[in-house]
């Protein structure tokens, strides 16, 4: 894929997670500590967070780079699907394919 279909992802990904919580693009500024308008270029796909703030979106987000960049459908890091999965919460008809492989769904706990 190239860097500008990566921009363009991350942004539509970024302002739809931004959607999806009620929030707007100043909330989102407040909590990562910079400027709105720089919220609006990533959105836009204009510019590119540097690594630091890609990490910060990640977390504010509660998903992984990968899903932000395209990389992944599977918002949720592993290690949280396979807690709620160990707790019950998922069954294993619920998880991605390719999130679990067979020893994995046998045994959750190990």
Request: aromatic content about 8%; proline content about 3%; hydrophobic content about 35%.
């Amino acid at each position: 894929m190239s860097a500008h279909g990566v921009k363009k992802i991350l942004g539509m990904r970024l302002a739809g997670l931004r959607a999806a919580r009620g929030l707007r693009q100043v909330d989102v500024a407040r909590a990562l500590n910079c400027d709105r308008k720089s919220i609006s270029h990533y959105e836009r796909g204009e510019r590119e967070p540097d690594l630091d703030r890609l990490v910060a979106l990640a977390d504010f987000y509660k998903c992984t780079i990968d899903f932000l960049l395209g990389r992944s459908e599977i918002r949720e890091d592993w290690h949280e699907l396979r807690a709620k999965y160990s707790k019950g919460y998922l069954k294993v008809a619920d998880l991605p394919h390719d999130v679990f492989d067979e020893e994995d769904v046998a045994d959750p706990e190990n």
